[in-house]
Structure formats: C-alpha cells, structure tokens
C-alpha cells in the first residue's frame, strides 16, 4: 500500500481524481441498488407480481447493454471529462424521476434513464484512469473504485430505510438525484482529460503516471480527431473471452442488487428494516473482496512478471471460492447461516473484479474505452437477463433452489472462459527490431510475454506522439 501511495494515487491531484472516480461509483451504485431496497414497498403499491417486478428491477439493464461501447468510444472522441458530465446527468435525472413514478411504466421510464446515464460511466472511467493511474496499480485502482461501489450497495440498504420513514422512498430517490448532480457539477470543474492540464499535477506526479497517456490522444483542442481508429473485428476477438468472463460475474452479482432484500423478506417472512442489515452485511464483505483482489492480482504480477496468470488466477479463485457458499445456500433454513454463506460467496466474487477490468487495458490501451465498454455490456445484459430469470424461476418453482443452481453453473463456465483472457497478448504485437521495455524495478524479471505487452505499449505511445 505504501509503494501505492508514493505513485500519487492517493496524493495530490492524481489523488484527488481517483477519489472522485471512487465517489462516481459510491453514488451510481446507491442509485442503481436503491430500487431493489425499496421493492417490498414499490410491490405493494403498485400491485405487482414478482415477474413484473422483475421487469421493473432489469429495465435498468436494457440500456446498460446497449451503451457502454457507445460511450467508451464517445469517451474515446470526447474525453472523459465531458463524457462522465453527460452520463451524470442523465442518471441523476432517472433517479429523480424514479421518485415521481405512478406505477409499472413510469418505473421503468426511469430506470431506463438511469441505465443509459450510467451504461458508460465504467469504460470512461476505466478510459481515466489509464491516464491518472501508474499502470502497475490499475488492478489495484479497479479494486478500489469496485470497492466504492460495494460499500454503497452494503451502505444503501440501511439508508434507505432511514430515509424513509423521513421523507417517503419518493423522497429518498429525490435526494439521490439531487446529490448526483453535485458530484457532476464537482467533477467537470476539477477534471481534466489529459494529465499536464491539469494546474495542480506537478512534473513529479507526471513522471510516474503512464507514458501514453503522457503522449496525448488528441484531444487537445482537437476534438479527439488525432485519436487512433478502432479496430473493431480484433479488437472483439480479443475482449469477447473477458466479456464473457465478466458476464458470469454480473449474473451472479445482479443475483444480489436486485432480489437480496426481497429474498430475505420473503423467504424468512422478516420485515424490511432486518432484511436491510442482512443486505448490507453481504456487501459489505463485497468491499473488502474488491480491494483484495485488486492488490492479489497487482501482487502476483510484481512478484512473477506473468501477467496472464496475475488475471486469470485470482478470478479463478474467486468464481471457484464463490461456488461452495453458493450451494450452502440450498442446504440451510436459518437466515444468520445464509447470510454468512452469502457474505463469503460475494466476497470471494468480487475477488475478480479488479483483474477483469484491468485486462482491457492490458489488451488494448489505445482503445480503453471501447474495450472495457464490450465488458461493461456484459454487465447489462446479466442486468436485464438475471432478475427477470430469477423472478420467473421463483414464481413457477415457489423456491429459490432454481436461481441459485443456475448462478453456480454459470460462474462454472465462467471459470473455464478465464483461459481464454490472455491480457500477456496485447491486439497489436510489437514491430519487428523494437528493444523490450521491463517494468519498475520492483517488478522483478519481466517474461517475454510481459516485455511485449510493454513493447506495445512505449511503441503505441511513441505513434501517437508524432
């Protein structure tokens, strides 16, 4: 953690802008998990079964699977700056109407609006992030910022219900939406795309952050028109294995946001206030599992140079840790004993967060945005599959036994897909003659595999320069 802190990742401006990204995903996620908290309450208003609830609760995802390619490459063209700005706004503006909804249709409405503001916010922020993070502490950096999430989805639950005997669960997405639009305001005013524009980075914190990012993207002035062009065939051919990857996690993680407060409700008959402790104690052991395996998995490549098996052991760990708790579930009838079962599970998948997000970057630095944008689409698509599924196996078998078994066999297959990751591969092989570049000193003996990603990454750096 030391060594992290003197590469000014929590440190000046550097700082000050990762901490940002944190409260981006803290905020969004409160916003995204909001619904599911209050849905006891929205079912009974509104008369729904838990089909139609489950409409509700994955509309969110129709639009989170559509845009995140199509904002990673705006975040590409635009800057990331611009582009968080126009997704927060759009989120916010869903989570405030949420609050105004008159049933089923409006409730979607909104939660199509939220989905579409935040469908790009992982990609861009995984687009500045490539710019503001050293590159040996991105698996570190998409723990981290995961981990913020997870604390809001622990934190969400309790303050939900706080909030509503106050002021409604109307009110509680109002005052969301309203701190929304803060952090936007707070964002676009601090924020800059490229490092050295930034008044505040000094020729230090420069020195160690990414050298391409150093050597600019063109969007100096420009509009983003000196930005390379995307090689979209390769460059999904590439990412697709990681999508995958990444769509198993969302499942089983879209398993919890949106029925783990109505799971425990209904299957345990107890009131909201005692299922939003029990919500909130599962996350929290998701933002632990975060961080941890973002530092797993940037120890393991410091410690062996191989950066395939950095990835794609630790999310084998984590998908193969999750499994077991996951199958305890269908076995025990009290709710400490689930719960518990459920905290370890979650936190042993979120293991593989951080070094799934930082392969995208491994594999194509150039094209961040749109590579972590088919990732994040993965994301959408387990958003909308994965509670609609749920509420239907529920309401056709009358248990929770089905959804649970379908969770495991898919983070199985998502176990055999993490061979196919490759982040040792970048898209690009380095030219013919070019002299391998080996990482810090602290990485100890780089593998070949290792030096020509780094190769890759100094020669993409040195044509986007001229």
Avoid at 47 to 72: D, E, H, K, Q
Avoid at 158 to 168: A, D, S
Avoid at 182 to 202: E, I, K, L, Q, S
Wanted: hydrophobic share 50%.
């Amino acid at each position: 953690m030391s060594n992290f802190v003197r590469t000014g990742v929590f440190r000046g401006a550097p700082g000050r802008v990762f901490l940002l990204l944190c409260a981006m995903y803290f905020i969004e996620y409160v916003d995204r998990v909001n619904l599911s908290v209050a849905a006891p309450l929205i079912k009974e208003e509104f008369g729904l079964s838990n089909t139609r609830l489950g409409v509700a609760l994955s509309a969110f995802g129709y639009c989170y699977a559509v845009f995140p390619v199509i904002c990673g490459y705006l975040g590409d063209r635009l800057g990331p700056r611009r582009m968080l700005a126009i997704s927060g706004v759009l989120w916010a503006l869903g989570t405030l109407l949420t609050g105004f909804a008159g049933g089923l249709a409006g409730l979607v409405f909104a939660r199509l609006l939220v989905g579409t503001g935040e469908g790009g916010t992982i990609p861009v922020a995984t687009l500045a992030m490539s710019n503001w993070v050293t590159r040996h502490r991105r698996g570190f950096a998409q723990g981290f910022t995961h981990s913020a999430s997870r604390a809001a989805a622990a934190l969400t639950p309790p303050l939900v219900v706080f909030l509503i005997p106050l002021i409604g669960w109307r009110g509680a997405f109002m005052a969301m939406g309203v701190a929304s639009l803060a952090w936007v305001v707070v964002w676009y005013g601090y924020f800059r795309d490229d490092p050295r524009d930034h008044g505040a980075v000094t020729a230090a914190e420069l020195a160690a952050l990414p050298a391409f990012s150093q050597a600019g993207r063109g969007r100096r002035g420009n509009g983003g028109a000196g930005a390379p062009p995307v090689p979209w065939l390769a460059l999904l051919r590439r990412i697709l294995p990681v999508t995958l990857v990444f769509f198993a996690h969302a499942w089983a993680l879209w398993m919890y946001l949106s029925w783990l407060p109505s799971f425990f409700v209904s299957h345990f008959h107890i009131d909201l206030k005692h299922s939003a402790f029990h919500s909130g104690a599962v996350f929290a052991a998701a933002v632990i599992g975060n961080t941890a395996g973002g530092v797993l998995t940037d120890w393991l490549y410091t410690r062996t140079g191989n950066l395939n098996a950095a990835r794609r052991n630790v999310v084998i760990l984590g998908f193969g840790g999750s499994i077991p708790f996951l199958a305890s579930v269908l076995f025990l009838h009290n709710e400490i004993g689930v719960a518990l079962c459920l905290a370890v599970a979650l936190f042993f998948l979120e293991l593989s967060a951080g070094p799934v997000f930082a392969t995208p970057m491994d594999i194509a630095p150039a094209h961040a945005g749109v590579a972590t944008g088919f990732v994040s689409t993965a994301a959408g698509l387990a958003a909308v599959i994965s509670p609609i599924t749920f509420g239907y196996l529920v309401d056709v078998t009358g248990s929770y036994t089905s959804p649970f078994a379908l969770s495991i066999a898919i983070l199985a297959f998502g176990i055999v897909m993490s061979f196919w990751m490759r982040p040792d591969r970048p898209l690009e092989p380095p030219a013919p003659g070019e002299l391998a570049v080996h990482p810090p000193a602290q990485f100890g003996t780089a593998s070949p595999a290792q030096s020509t990603s780094q190769v890759y990454r100094q020669r993409s750096a040195k044509e986007q320069a001229a």
